[in-house]
């Protein structure tokens, strides 16, 4: 297939691009480096370009010069690639190792630039045979604070002059799957997050005597148990939420009782209602264990990203078009959703979209092996040209539709 043979004859320059990336990833929504490489990147292709105002993205619109079917409207399709690295040190001895100190493309981020490139070039050869327009989306901030909102208040999914009829992204992972295998599941493909912050105020005092205090150690990790229990007791198992508590903290010496302590939270769900729901529930236990000992509490939410959902239509035609170019040995169905988060899940909500999964492990011990967020995750970039391809046969392809 010409989408397969083209990405296979870029194959040198996307690898190449990766590893440029790869050196100097940087955090969050500014990425100064990583947006100067992907536009260099781009130079010399027809595009529309623009980059953010308010974060450090890049967004380019190729026109398609076919027509569409008779009865048809022109389309728009949009492709997306996230670009920001984790605060993770790298321990893997590779050539092209990051020299940021403290800072590693250890999600894979590098891959999905370098293969929205690789697409974005396969279709720029291929653009007389595009009925339609695609909208290429190269986004900062996906591991927090979240790029994909504020492109989308600055236009994203207007771009092109109309709206984006759909959207795909696919994620590349370290472990978990067989090399070379793709990886997806209708509806549901992962969580909402969202973080809480619970503050249990008491009155400190001298550890000989806690009757003399109202100490806030117990009564936090007391909650902290309970948040476990109401979890089990109070959820569907067929509607599951995780809440899981990664921080807390109070007191500065072992006979002095502090003033307070503090847990951090953060909670998944896999539908709207629950999500709510969890939210109240939480608040609704903390606020009766501190009642409960004469204490108060302060309870602070930060509202993360929502469920990213794969459109039943959308997601069956990536994966046809998965196994019409790769093979059904390619595939494999997830059985159920991740509870990690993914903030392409604001683009799910406002047009139909796709986001499919391949495993660009190095080794055939998959199961074992580093996965993403490791300092030694590695990510084999060999599998680029596939990455490539299937963006582009899925603008190629949706157009025509």
């Given at each position: 297939?010409?989408?397969l043979e ?8 996307i ?17 100064p480096i990583?947006q100067s ?6 130079d010399?292709l027809d ?5 953010g105002k ?10 398609g010069?076919?027509e569409?079917a008779?009865?048809?409207?022109r389309q728009?399709v ?5 670009m920001d690295?984790l605060?993770?040190?790298?321990e893997?001895?590779l050539?092209y190792?990051?020299?940021h100190?403290?800072?590693?493309h250890?999600?894979?981020h590098?891959?999905?630039?370098a293969?929205?490139?690789?697409a ?5 050869a291929?653009?007389d ?6 909208v290429l989306m190269?986004q900062?901030?996906e591991?927090g604070?979240?790029?994909a909102?504020p492109?989308?208040?600055e236009g994203?999914l ?12 696919l994620?590349?992972?370290s472990?978990e799957?067989?090399r070379?295998?793709w990886f997806?599941?209708?509806g549901?493909l992962m969580?909402a ?5 619970v503050?249990v105020?008491g ?12 100490d806030?150690i ?7 148990l309970?948040?476990?229990?109401m ?9 599951p939420v995780?809440a ?5 903290a109070?007191?500065?010496?072992e006979?002095?009782?502090?003033d307070?302590a503090?847990?951090?939270a953060?909670?998944?769900s896999l ?7 969890l939210?109240?529930?939480v ?6 264990i ?14 993360g ?6 459109d039943?239509?959308?997601y069956?035609f990536a ?5 019409d170019?790769?093979?059904?040995d390619r ?22 979209s796709?986001y499919?999964?391949?495993?660009v492990?190095?080794?055939d ?6 996965d993403?967020?490791?300092?030694r995750a ?13 963006l582009?046969e ?8």
């Amino acid at each position: 297939m010409r989408t397969l043979e083209l990405a296979h004859s870029l194959s040198d320059e996307i690898i190449a691009l990766r590893r440029r990336l790869h050196r100097v990833p940087e955090l969050g929504n500014e990425l100064p480096i990583t947006q100067s490489l992907v536009l260099d990147a781009l130079d010399g292709l027809d595009l529309e370009v623009s980059v953010g105002k308010e974060v450090s993205s890049v967004v380019a619109v190729l026109r398609g010069g076919a027509e569409p079917a008779d009865g048809w409207e022109r389309q728009v399709v949009l492709l997306r690639g996230d670009m920001d690295g984790l605060p993770v040190t790298e321990e893997l001895d590779l050539e092209y190792r990051s020299t940021h100190e403290g800072l590693m493309h250890a999600c894979g981020h590098d891959l999905h630039v370098a293969g929205l490139v690789g697409a974005a070039r396969i279709l720029h050869a291929l653009r007389d045979d595009l009925a339609g327009d695609v909208v290429l989306m190269f986004q900062p901030g996906e591991e927090g604070p979240g790029g994909a909102a504020p492109m989308i208040r600055e236009g994203l999914l207007e771009a092109a002059g109309r709206r984006v009829d759909a959207a795909y992204a696919l994620h590349v992972y370290s472990a978990e799957f067989p090399r070379g295998v793709w990886f997806g599941r209708p509806g549901p493909l992962m969580a909402a997050v969202d973080e809480v912050k619970v503050r249990v105020v008491g009155r400190g005092g001298h550890g000989s005597a806690p009757f003399r205090t109202k100490d806030p150690i117990p009564v936090a990790c007391e909650m902290v148990l309970a948040l476990q229990s109401m979890v089990t007791r109070t959820f569907d198992v067929f509607d599951p939420v995780v809440a899981t508590v990664g921080r807390i903290a109070g007191g500065t010496k072992e006979n002095i009782i502090p003033d307070d302590a503090v847990f951090e939270a953060t909670l998944r769900s896999l539908s709207d209602d629950t999500r709510l729901a969890l939210r109240e529930r939480v608040e609704r236990l903390v606020r009766g264990i501190a009642a409960a000992h004469g204490l108060e509490v302060e309870v602070d939410f930060t509202i993360g990203y929502p469920v990213t959902v794969n459109d039943p239509d959308e997601y069956e035609f990536a994966r046809e078009t998965i196994v019409d170019l790769f093979g059904h040995d390619r595939y494999a169905t997830m059985v159920e959703p991740e509870m990690g988060s993914e903030d392409f899940s604001f683009v799910g909500q406002e047009v139909p979209s796709a986001y499919v999964n391949l495993s660009v492990c190095p080794s055939d011990d998959w199961a074992e092996a580093p996965d993403n967020h490791s300092p030694r995750a590695e990510f084999d970039d060999a599998w680029l040209p596939d990455a490539a391809a299937l963006l582009a046969e899925l603008a190629l392809r949706r157009l025509r539709r």
